[in-house]
């Protein structure tokens, strides 16, 4: 997630960008370089060598942080946190609250990092970013690929006996996470990015459908992929985290609440409610990323006071789910 891009080792601010029927197209990342236990790929899991770059605001990013709570990684990875609003130089380090400065490179901008890590760098400037001390670069940038690095080459450091990519459910996870990418994690920017009627239309339409799914789903189990929490959880939660306070206004995802659906929202409660988590969550950060980062948007950059959600009220995942 992130505005503006690189040429050649340039910073060029631009807006996100559609194709010519006007759907919004989320370029690759880049940066896919492997952590191991062995250090067989290169990169050697050790305690104190890596560094976490994220946006509170950020799904993507926040994912990341979500695992590195989850097993007890605080102090086997640091970690800095840039500002909640983007402007025209991107993401940024300064002091607000919420954020956390740049204490390895100590750079003020993200794109910044990126240079240091490869000076002619051609492309996107995104969160979250792993960063080796070690070798001074970016190891990864790929969301869905650091929560598996975090989760499975760490479990010598790890403070957490935590396993969210169980041998028995490792095809069920890839397969889910698949699943829920597209039309729900991508579908959200899919509609809101959109610049015509039917890109719109397509993505609203294939987002409520998956949603509508998953609540069939979640009124035959507790978690996505059976009786156990998952990555895949994990990378559901942080796109219903922000759906009735941004998505639903913001991005005109407003055919359903996530509080109008029974199952979907006492899931996202009780994933919420799982000690560790909720300190990712920032609803100021996020609210004021979305409502002041998007002019195109939001041309007045207005941020709404609502709506209120109570995340701490109690769920019903274990009354429903006794066994």
């Known amino acids: 997630m992130g505005l503006g ?27 896919r370089d492997w952590i191991t236990a062995d250090g067989s790929s290169g990169f050697k899991a050790e305690a104190g060598r890596y560094h976490l770059y994220i946006s509170w605001a950020c ?41 956390i400065p740049d204490t390895v490179n100590h750079t003020d901008y993200l794109w910044q990092l990126y240079l240091k890590a490869q000076p002619d760098y051609t492309g996107r400037v995104t969160v979250p970013v ?32 935590a396993d969210f990519y169980p041998d028995d459910l490792q095809k069920v996870v890839d397969e889910t996470i698949d699943a829920i990418y597209q039309p729900i994690n991508n579908g959200v920017y899919r509609a809101g990015f959109a610049t015509s009627q039917s890109a ?5 339409t294939e987002l409520f459908d998956a949603l509508d799914d998953w609540e069939k789903v979640l009124a035959k189990q507790r978690y996505l992929c059976g009786n156990k929490v998952t990555e895949a959880d994990w990378c559901m939660f942080t796109t219903l985290f922000r759906f009735d306070a941004v ?20 899931y996202l409660k009780e994933l919420y409610q799982m000690p560790g988590v ?34 701490d009220e109690p769920h019903n995942r274990e009354q429903v789910f006794t066994g």
């Open 200 to 204: 719109y239309d397509q993505a609203v």
């Open 130 to 161: 792993l960063w080796d001390k070690q070798k001074g670069t970016i190891v990864n940038n790929e969301s869905r690929e650091i929560i598996r690095m975090f989760d499975t080459q760490f479990e010598e450091f790890a403070k957490q006996d």
């Open 247 to 266: 998505y639903y206004v913001h991005f005109k995802c407003n055919i359903r609440r996530i509080v109008d659906y029974p199952h979907l929202w006492n």
């Open 278 to 311: 909720k300190e990712t969550c920032n609803l100021d950060h996020i609210k004021r990323h979305y409502y002041i980062s998007h002019p195109n948007v939001n041309p007045h950059q207005i941020v709404p006071k609502g709506p209120i959600i109570n995340f």
């Open 5 to 31: 891009i690189l040429q050649d080792g340039k910073w060029i601010s631009r807006r996100e960008q559609e194709d010519s029927e006007g759907k919004f197209i989320r370029p690759s990342t880049t940066f």
């Open 59 to 99: 799904p993507w990013a926040c994912r990341t942080a979500i695992m590195r709570q989850l097993k007890g990684l605080q102090d086997v990875i640091g970690l800095s946190v840039v500002a909640a609003e983007i402007h025209q130089n991107s993401w940024e380090f300064k002091d607000e609250p919420g954020a």
